[in-house]
């Protein structure tokens, strides 16, 4: 797909630009990424991989709750979600992976290994970084995966594959989609309101929408159980978490998951949309800390 400005996006992600943003950055080689790294220094390390749309912010509440448990985190937005680079280039599952490899490696974090945790589209996402460096994940913490849905011949997604249509889509029809698809992740409609409006702001600097489209044409959501069961056979400790009530990756998935994923721990977090880290981030944090910390005691044993 031709790389396009939507309507609407009316800034420009500039180095003067990142001056006046919160957040730290630094230059990869497929360009800047935006993230934050806190917590205490001598915490084990959580690596936090975001869905589809939402920027580092996203993680506020559950990197606070990990952080007072003694963890230290480290979240990014992707490439075209946030304050990091609208990059012209194949948004697919290896870009985000080599982003999260290349980040953690020039931030120094890989001395020991690193828990990882994936929601939704982050999901496959942090399966395939952990397929391809499986000795830097002590854990893997699964959180509402895309992925196992089956391909359907009317899934928009099949339009997508044509680039003029994906372009036409995206132009025309972009932004409506996309309020339209944030208006399903969440049950709390105060806390629906906060997650569009955090997301339709970093949706003002261009190429945001390209971005989005590009990643629905080369990164598929459906159909992954190759995935899911490769993920299953590399012997990572994993803890795999859902809401009772996600209308976007519904629970109907719940089983194949944990068949194909063998997990440790799983868990159904009660009155959750699809956003568990964002909706219940104590809940999540309760079920993440305790796993992180039982892995790292029998490493330091």
Not at 224 to 253: C, K, N, S, Y
Not at 276 to 289: G, Y
Request: proline letters at 5%.
């Amino acid at each position: 797909m031709k790389y396009f400005v939507a309507s609407g996006e009316d800034r420009r992600l500039t180095a003067e630009a990142r001056q006046a943003l919160r957040g730290s950055f630094v230059e990869l080689s497929d360009g800047v990424t935006h993230y934050e790294l806190k917590g205490p220094e001598d915490g084990d390390v959580v690596v936090l991989a975001g869905g589809l749309t939402i920027p580092l912010f996203y993680w506020d509440r559950l990197a606070t709750e990990l952080n007072a448990r003694g963890l230290r985190t480290l979240a990014c937005s992707a490439y075209g979600r946030g304050y990091s680079d609208r990059v012209r280039a194949r948004y697919d599952e290896n870009l985000f992976a080599r982003q999260l490899a290349e980040l953690t490696d020039r931030l120094d974090l890989t001395a020991r290994p690193l828990h990882l945790v994936g929601t939704s589209m982050g999901a496959l996402v942090s399966m395939t970084y952990a397929a391809r460096h499986p000795s830097s994940v002590s854990t893997l913490t699964i959180v509402g995966p895309a992925g196992l849905a089956k391909p359907r011949l009317t899934s928009p997604h099949r339009l997508l594959r044509n680039d003029w249509a994906a372009g036409l889509v995206a132009r025309r029809r972009g932004l409506h989609i996309l309020q339209g698809h944030l208006g399903h992740n969440v049950r709390d409609p105060g806390l629906g309101a906060e997650l569009t409006e955090m997301v339709l702001d970093a949706f003002r600097f261009e190429g945001s929408l390209y971005a989005v489209f590009d990643t629905l044409q080369h990164l598929p959501v459906s159909g992954r159980d190759d995935l899911f069961r490769q993920t299953g056979a590399l012997g990572i400790p994993t803890l795999l978490l859902w809401g009772d009530e996600d209308d976007v990756t519904p629970m109907a998935h719940f089983d194949t998951a944990r068949t194909l994923l063998r997990p440790r721990h799983h868990h159904v977090i009660a009155e959750c949309g699809h956003m568990a880290p964002f909706e219940r981030p104590r809940d999540v944090a309760d079920r993440i800390a305790p796993f992180v910390a039982a892995r790292t005691e029998r490493l330091d044993s």
